[in-house]
């Protein structure tokens, strides 16, 4: 697993943010009893994709998150539990994962050949996502915000738009995965910009994380309460 990143935000309090190849693990994760220290229902999920691709990347992502979240809780992979926070939105039990009691906050995304990790000690969200044909891109765009909109309607070269497009994409979901809210929240509310930088969003970090050619990522990280608004 290899570290893509220095931080999100703050440096004092930088999450870990990991980036996998499904493909470098995929073998490993086909050996008798790899599958172990997944849970019944994490089993039966993956179990269930009717695509070998979509299999691998949920159990590659699955396993390392397992893995990672064992090494920080010092627990075995196996005994890690899962839980639901409670949906900003509408209050019920199935916001974002977390880990019962919040000893360390996680978000996890995976996209093509791609998985995206990342740790921290406040609510932290993550995203990465395969560039979109042009087409796609323009079919899409009307979801997002008005301004975010306008911006990539002055895109004036096409070829950019994909790359334009996701990076503004990857900054959204990165927040609401971060704030628990998901689709849950219209993606036209928050503006987070489709230009180079990621506009201010109170109360949150966004940052563009480096990413294989072909994607795009991002990473959200909830301010602490000695950071200044911005």
């Given at each position: 697993?290899?570290?893509?990143?220095?931080?999100?935000?703050?440096?004092?309090?930088?999450?870990?943010?990991?980036?996998?190849?499904?493909?470098?693990?995929?073998?490993?994760?086909?050996?008798?009893?790899?599958?172990?220290?997944?849970?019944?229902?994490?089993?039966?999920?993956a179990?269930?994709?009717?695509?070998?691709?979509?299999?691998?990347?949920?159990?590659v992502?699955?396993?390392a998150?397992?893995?990672?979240?064992?090494?920080?809780?010092?627990?075995?992979?196996?005994?890690?539990?899962?839980?639901?926070?409670?949906c900003p939105?509408c209050?019920?039990p199935?916001?974002?994962?977390?880990v019962?009691?919040?000893?360390?906050?996680?978000?996890?995304?995976h996209?093509?050949?791609?998985?995206?990790?990342?740790?921290?000690?406040?609510?932290?969200?993550?995203?990465?996502?395969?560039?979109?044909?042009?087409?796609?891109?323009?079919?899409?765009?009307s979801?997002?915000?008005?301004r975010?909109?306008?911006?990539?309607?002055?895109?004036?070269?096409?070829?950019?738009?994909?790359?334009?497009?996701?990076?503004?994409?990857?900054?959204?979901?990165?927040?609401?995965?971060?704030?628990?809210?998901?689709?849950?929240?219209?993606?036209?509310?928050?503006?987070?910009?489709?230009l180079?930088?990621?506009?201010?969003v109170?109360?949150?970090?966004?940052?563009?994380?480096?990413?294989?050619?072909?994607?795009?990522?991002?990473?959200?990280?909830?301010?602490?309460?000695?950071?200044?608004?911005?």
């Open positions: 697993m290899t570290s893509v990143a220095p931080g999100i935000g703050d440096p004092a309090r930088s999450p870990a943010v990991h980036v996998l190849r499904v493909s470098e693990h995929a073998a490993a994760a086909r050996v008798s009893g790899a599958l172990a220290p997944l849970s019944e229902e994490e089993r039966a999920r179990a269930a994709f009717v695509r070998e691709v979509d299999r691998e990347r949920y159990v992502a699955h396993l998150l397992r893995r990672e979240l064992g090494a920080l809780l010092d627990l075995d992979p196996a005994e890690v539990r899962f839980a639901r926070a409670d939105v209050g019920d199935h916001g974002r994962p977390i019962p009691g919040d000893p360390v906050h996680f978000s996890l995304s996209a093509g050949d791609v998985v995206l990790l990342a740790f921290a000690a406040v609510p932290v969200g993550v995203d990465v996502e395969e560039l979109p044909g042009v087409e796609s891109v323009r079919e899409t765009m979801a997002l915000h008005p975010e909109r306008a911006e990539l309607a002055a895109v004036s070269d096409a070829a950019a738009l994909p790359a334009a497009f996701t990076r503004c994409w990857t900054r959204k979901e990165a927040y609401l995965k971060g704030t628990g809210a998901g689709l849950g929240e219209d993606p036209s509310i928050t503006y987070v910009s489709a180079d930088e990621p506009a201010q109170p109360g949150w970090h966004l940052t563009d994380l480096p990413a294989p050619t072909g994607y795009a990522a991002a990473g959200a990280l909830r301010k602490g309460s000695t950071d200044t608004a911005g």
